[in-house]
């Protein structure tokens, strides 16, 4: 029975048109899996917060701490380094890989291939023990003259080695997914351009990557919360992040589930904060390709808790006739 109907059918049946009003449709189902979910929910925080091994107490005494705070400042400044790092590399290794040179794109491949073939936490072991491999550091003319000598142990330090590690690798990633977003571009946009008299290199930087933002943008925002998470792996060469922070405290006092969860609470407020950013990044770049932006989680949270009575309305036919009309 569809809307028009049942608005007949109770039209007919002598009720006043303002009177008639939309009954939803019961879902019983989903309470039960509602109550499922706030009872296992209930179960688990109760072990979690009554169970005396997780040291709650050490856990707020070291939240703030010096030392732990001090990691995640140099964890964030991993990750922003790191990242920046990446995107620029991505973004030029991914133009190269599109170039129609054979050996511009064959560089590219290779780069792409070999950083993402071989572990993040290898390649940084790899840059930690560089001085094995080259003890002198000389940069000048290819097959000529040096004029920077430098002893490898001194300039790369962990914090160098940690970001070659992990911005070298990211930049295998971010071609990969810049590249995905400049192919997205309709090739009627590069033919257009080209009409106009522009470069490659000005279509590229004023038509095909501002059309390719909204494709690149959302794989950009998990890459720089996994790249937030994977700086944790540079604790193997003694870097004084969050992690190893952490882990300098509970060798002293062996209290180690406690500063566990206490660089999890600080990854995971990071990474709430990265991600509302995403978001309202993916929106501002969503502009133009949907008649309405997406809500926010304040509009969606408005949206729920809004108490609607809809009503049914009735067909204009009828409307006219009876010469009242429902909203």
Do not use: C
Not at 114 to 132: E, H, K, N, Y
Not at 216 to 224: A, L, M, V
Not at 265 to 276: E, G, K, Q, R
């Amino acid at each position: 029975m569809d809307q028009s109907t049942a608005t007949r059918d109770l039209s007919q049946a002598g009720l006043p048109p303002d009177q008639i009003k939309a009954v939803p449709v019961r879902h019983p189902g989903r309470w039960l899996a509602t109550l499922i979910v706030l009872v296992i929910a209930a179960v688990v925080i109760n072990s979690v917060a009554t169970n005396p091994r997780f040291g709650w107490g050490t856990v707020g005494h070291y939240l703030f701490s010096s030392q732990i705070l001090e990691g995640l400042k140099i964890t964030i400044y991993l990750t922003v380094v790191s990242m920046a790092i990446g995107v620029v590399l991505g973004v030029v290794l991914a133009v190269m890989r599109l170039s129609p040179n054979p050996l511009i794109s064959g560089a590219s491949w290779f780069y792409i291939w070999f950083f993402r073939g071989t572990p993040v936490l290898v390649q940084l072991l790899f840059w930690s023990f560089i001085s094995a491999l080259y003890p002198k550091i000389n940069l000048g003319i290819p097959f000529g003259p040096s004029f920077i000598h430098a002893d490898a142990n001194h300039l790369i330090t962990p914090f160098v080695a940690a970001i070659l590690g992990l911005g070298l690798n990211e930049g295998a990633y971010m071609a990969e997914i810049v590249r995905a977003g400049i192919l997205s571009v309709e090739e009627g946009q590069t033919e257009a351009a080209q009409a106009l008299g522009m470069t490659r290199l000005q279509t590229m930087r004023r038509i095909v990557l501002p059309q390719a933002m909204r494709v690149i943008i959302p794989p950009t925002g998990n890459e720089t919360i996994s790249m937030l998470k994977t700086s944790s792996l540079v604790s193997v060469i003694a870097y004084r992040e969050l992690l190893y922070s952490a882990q300098l405290i509970y060798a002293v006092n062996f209290k180690q589930i406690p500063l566990l969860l206490v660089a999890s609470i600080w990854y995971l407020t990071i990474t709430t904060v990265l991600s509302i950013g995403q978001y309202y990044l993916e929106r501002y770049f969503g502009r133009g390709t949907a008649r309405e932006l997406p809500p926010t989680p304040l509009q969606r949270l408005r949206r729920n808790l809004a108490i609607r009575h809809a009503r049914v309305p009735l067909p204009a036919s009828e409307s006219s006739g009876r010469g009242v009309g429902v909203p």
